[in-house]
């Protein structure tokens, strides 16, 4: 009989225990032709790829980046990069800071960057020259976005949005802002969706649009107050057509319309209200077969959440740290550069692509663990004389070299007879050498136990998609 184990993350919030963990899968829906047999299946998160690292050393975040077309601008530290497509990179100048936020827009021939301090700075795209806005009038910007000819810039500490002169962002007057007066909060951050400005507010958030108006065009759309604000600055993402943000209530929204609809379960809002810090929540995007997804990452916690907003799971992301742990994932900041989607790493500088059938973080090996459901029957104890899990086989590296990582690919299985306190010694069993199609993945004779969970690791170098898992079970009525 299947037993339920394929599906998303879950939280045990009782004992804070992560029962049915998906760390480094994510559930995907099957075809209509393979509805009948496997609905959802879990599937490897993709691999990094370097593309582009400048200096070969660590203590060097990605702190941003803005492609257009086959261009891509990065500031990594206090530098500024302009790269290509091809991985071909060339420094271009300095910022003030080295850490922190930075914001960064296009109004198609320029780009401008701001962290946060009293410089702003615009990068020519025809040159890749790149100066500091010298207009007096420039506000002390901590977040940027573009809509209609106009630079948006949100002033730090108060609730005034300022514009540029029309395309261009080295003009600024004093007397082109606005206010979000709709709560007495200070602006957080601002986005452009379509033909609406959004403001998000430390406890509320309003949608402006262009009127218009000659004195100033962007005003609030009526009805668009929002009583739900923003918990951190870099958490904000457009994704095809929505808005999706961390609120102020430490749970993940989504916009529907002009109101807000929270995604994140009780357990991961449990999982949040843990973490000490949660005001430097980094939000992403990237779309890999067929799914987009909401990248969410509490550098502070060492934790990244991923929301499937087509299927609407959720699952964690993990990179390879030191010493055998694992932590937050390696991005800091993604965008799509041509045909990929690139993330930048939080230290070493490093650009890589995401890749789906490269099956290790830049050489790091990645870890995939899934751990299911409680397994029992109406109190009684189980005897599990079989488990087999049903997964794709054969994928073993196609080489003669037997020591090498993914030749003989491994699968742990290891369970909890105590609701995942504490787990079994490691089961181990090969599922296929290169071509060994038709390997069977079966363990017998497990014993048996009232309240069993069973996980599987898998840390081998090669693709891993889980269908199912399958158990002879038998209850012990004595």
Same mark, same amino acid.
């Given at each position: &009989? *299947?037993?339920?184990?394929?599906? #998303?993350?879950?939280?045990?919030?009782?004992?804070?225990?992560?029962?049915?963990?998906?760390?480094?899968?994510?559930?995907?829906?099957?075809? !209509?032709? $393979? *509805?009948?047999?496997?609905?959802?299946?879990?599937?490897?998160?993709?691999?990094?790829?370097s593309i582009y690292r400048p200096i070969a050393t660590t203590g060097l975040p990605v702190r941003a980046m803005y492609s257009i077309g086959t261009k891509l601008y990065a500031v990594i530290k206090e530098k500024v990069y302009s790269l290509t497509s091809a991985g071909v990179g060339a420094y271009i100048g300095d910022i003030s800071t080295s850490t922190g936020y930075v914001s960064m827009e296009s109004n198609g021939t320029q780009v401008i960057l701001v962290?946060?301090?009293?410089?702003?700075?615009?990068?020519?795209?025809?040159?890749?020259?790149?100066?500091?806005?010298?207009?007096?009038?420039?506000?002390?910007?901590?977040?940027?976005?573009?809509?209609?000819?106009?630079?948006?810039?949100?002033?730090?500490?108060?609730?005034?949005?300022?514009?540029?002169?029309?395309?261009?962002?080295?003009?600024?007057?004093?007397?082109?802002?606005?206010? !979000?007066?709709?709560?007495?909060?200070?602006?957080?951050? !601002?986005?452009?969706?379509?033909?609406?400005?959004?403001?998000?507010? @430390?406890?509320?958030?309003?949608?402006?649009?262009?009127?218009?108006?000659?004195?100033?065009?962007?005003?609030?759309?009526?009805?668009?107050?929002?009583?739900?604000?923003?918990?951190?600055?870099?958490?904000?993402?457009?994704?095809?057509?929505?808005?999706?943000?961390?609120?102020?209530?430490?749970?993940?929204?989504?916009?529907?319309?002009?109101?807000?609809?929270?995604?994140?379960?009780?357990?991961?809002?449990? !999982?949040?209200?843990?973490?000490?810090?949660?005001?430097?929540?980094?939000?992403?995007?990237?779309?890999?077969?067929?799914?987009?997804?909401?990248?969410?990452?509490?550098?502070?916690?060492?934790?990244?959440?991923?929301?499937?907003?087509?299927? $609407?799971?959720?699952?964690?992301?993990?990179?390879?740290?030191?010493?055998?742990?694992? #932590?937050?994932?390696?991005?800091?900041?993604?965008?799509? %550069?041509?045909?990929?989607?690139?993330?930048?790493?939080?230290?070493?500088?490093?650009?890589?692509?995401?890749?789906?059938?490269?099956?290790?973080?830049?050489?790091? %090996?990645?870890?995939?663990?899934?751990?299911?459901?409680?397994?029992?029957?109406? &109190?009684?104890?189980?005897?599990?004389?079989?488990?087999?899990?049903? &997964?794709?086989?054969?994928?073993?590296?196609?080489?003669?070299?037997?020591?090498?990582?993914?030749?003989?690919?491994?699968?742990?299985?290891?369970?909890?007879?105590?609701?995942?306190?504490?787990?079994?010694?490691?089961?181990?069993?090969?599922?296929?050498?290169? *071509?060994?199609?038709?390997?069977?993945?079966?363990?017998?004779?497990?014993?048996?136990?009232?309240?069993?969970?069973?996980?599987?690791?898998?840390? $081998?170098?090669?693709?891993? $998609?889980?269908?199912?898992?399958?158990?002879?079970?038998? @209850?012990?009525?004595?």
């Amino acid at each position: &009989m *299947q037993i339920p184990f394929v599906g #998303g993350a879950y939280l045990n919030r009782s004992s804070n225990l992560n029962i049915q963990n998906c760390i480094n899968l994510f559930p995907v829906i099957g075809s !209509a032709a $393979e *509805q009948a047999k496997v609905p959802v299946s879990l599937r490897g998160t993709p691999g990094l790829t370097s593309i582009y690292r400048p200096i070969a050393t660590t203590g060097l975040p990605v702190r941003a980046m803005y492609s257009i077309g086959t261009k891509l601008y990065a500031v990594i530290k206090e530098k500024v990069y302009s790269l290509t497509s091809a991985g071909v990179g060339a420094y271009i100048g300095d910022i003030s800071t080295s850490t922190g936020y930075v914001s960064m827009e296009s109004n198609g021939t320029q780009v401008i960057l701001v962290d946060g301090t009293s410089y702003g700075y615009i990068i020519t795209i025809a040159t890749d020259v790149m100066t500091v806005i010298t207009d007096s009038d420039f506000p002390t910007a901590t977040s940027v976005t573009f809509q209609d000819g106009y630079f948006i810039v949100v002033k730090k500490g108060t609730q005034s949005i300022y514009i540029s002169g029309l395309y261009d962002g080295n003009t600024w007057n004093a007397l082109d802002f606005a206010a !979000a007066e709709g709560r007495p909060d200070n602006l957080v951050a !601002a986005l452009s969706n379509t033909t609406d400005l959004w403001l998000f507010g @430390e406890t509320s958030t309003e949608v402006f649009y262009n009127s218009g108006n000659s004195d100033f065009p962007f005003v609030r759309v009526g009805g668009a107050l929002i009583d739900v604000g923003c918990a951190a600055i870099a958490s904000p993402v457009k994704i095809d057509g929505r808005m999706y943000w961390l609120s102020n209530t430490g749970r993940v929204c989504r916009a529907i319309g002009y109101q807000q609809q929270y995604i994140s379960t009780e357990s991961i809002d449990y !999982a949040i209200a843990s973490y000490s810090v949660t005001s430097d929540a980094i939000g992403s995007t990237y779309t890999i077969d067929n799914s987009t997804f909401y990248v969410l990452t509490f550098p502070t916690a060492g934790k990244t959440w991923v929301y499937d907003t087509v299927y $609407e799971f959720w699952h964690e992301w993990s990179s390879y740290i030191t010493s055998n742990t694992y #932590g937050r994932h390696r991005i800091n900041c993604c965008v799509r %550069l041509g045909v990929n989607w690139v993330i930048g790493d939080y230290d070493n500088g490093t650009i890589y692509k995401l890749d789906m059938t490269c099956f290790t973080d830049n050489t790091y %090996l990645i870890k995939r663990q899934r751990t299911g459901q409680v397994i029992n029957k109406d &109190m009684n104890r189980v005897i599990c004389h079989a488990l087999e899990v049903d &997964m794709e086989k054969g994928v073993g590296i196609n080489t003669i070299v037997i020591t090498d990582p993914g030749y003989d690919p491994q699968v742990i299985l290891t369970w909890s007879d105590d609701s995942g306190h504490t787990w079994s010694t490691a089961h181990t069993k090969s599922f296929g050498k290169y *071509q060994d199609y038709k390997k069977s993945v079966i363990w017998r004779s497990l014993g048996q136990a009232r309240n069993r969970v069973y996980r599987l690791t898998i840390t $081998e170098p090669v693709k891993v $998609e889980i269908f199912g898992l399958y158990a002879e079970l038998e @209850e012990c009525l004595s």
